[in-house]
């Protein structure tokens, strides 16, 4: 993984759990959601992949947390981490005592058909294999079973100048061509900017964390690092240039 990206899901993740206890527990999942998933967005992939109270959820690049712990407050499901850093799996297990196995989201160390549901939020466009995340999603899943992604496509060539550290963003053609190379198929899709960020409250939670954040590490050179990396996403997103969008797949019939 680039420096940057250990930069953000490293080091800013275990600064993240470091605040969010210290604010208190009602900031934890906003914290641990920052970047990840939103309310509204995280809800769509429950609905889509049927969410019910005890399913297991693996959740394949997990960083920490926030999404899947969200899911196992919100509908009763069980989660299983999947996350290649170990600062994100210690904050995760500091902020939801959740299970976490360290682990590329290319080669995941679970059973086949283990998983109810199993989704993975942000990660296709960090992954050097990702053919081989899908074929990963693909098979941890049962048969029948919900696979979700939040994943950036580009719309045109991202310069080389504005292409975030250790990011490749496919095409939608390359994606469906991914996507079928996994065995998988499209069943619903919806854009992550029809969503929404959530509810006020939420969104003042967030800030704070971000705010407290950046006054304690701001000096730092990884949240430097990382807030680079961050705004050459936002600038990418803001201008339509990568465009996130919610997908529900299941295997092929």
């Known amino acids: 993984m680039s420096g940057a990206m250990e930069a953000e899901f490293d080091t800013v993740a275990t600064w993240t759990a470091e605040v969010a206890t210290a604010l208190g527990p009602e900031y934890a999942l906003p914290a641990a959601c920052r970047g990840s998933g939103s309310p509204p967005a995280i809800d769509w992939l429950c609905d889509a992949v049927d969410m019910s109270s005890g399913d297991v959820l693996v959740d394949i690049g997990a960083g920490i947390g926030g999404p899947a712990a969200y899911a196992a407050r919100q509908r009763g499901a069980a989660p299983v981490l999947v ?48 053919l081989g995340l899908l074929r990963e999603l693909s098979r941890v899943v049962r048969p029948g079973g919900g696979i979700g992604l939040l994943v950036y496509t580009a719309t045109t060539d991202v310069p080389k100048d504005r292409q975030p550290e250790g990011n490749s963003f496919p095409s939608t053609e390359t994606l469906d061509t991914l996507v079928r190379g996994a065995n998988l198929q499209k ?32 000096d730092h050179p990884a949240w430097q690092l990382a807030e680079q990396q961050s705004k050459k996403m936002g600038d990418l997103i803001g201008s339509c240039t990568v465009v996130g969008t919610l997908l529900h797949l299941r295997h092929r019939t």
């Not at 850093?85 to 283990?114: H, I, K, N, T, Y």
């Not at 619903?188 to 967030?206: H, I, K, N």
């Open 83 to 130: 996350e290649p850093e170990m600062g994100a799996c210690r904050a995760a297990e500091v902020l939801f005592g959740l299970p976490v196995v360290q682990a590329s989201g290319s080669a995941v160390p679970l059973a086949d058909g283990s998983a109810d549901a199993v989704w993975s939020l942000g990660v296709l466009c960090t992954m050097a294999d990702q």
């Open 187 to 218: 069943v619903d899709e919806c854009p992550a900017v029809d969503l929404g960020a959530g509810s006020a409250d939420w969104q003042e939670r967030t800030d704070r964390v971000a705010a407290e954040l950046e006054s304690r590490y701001r």
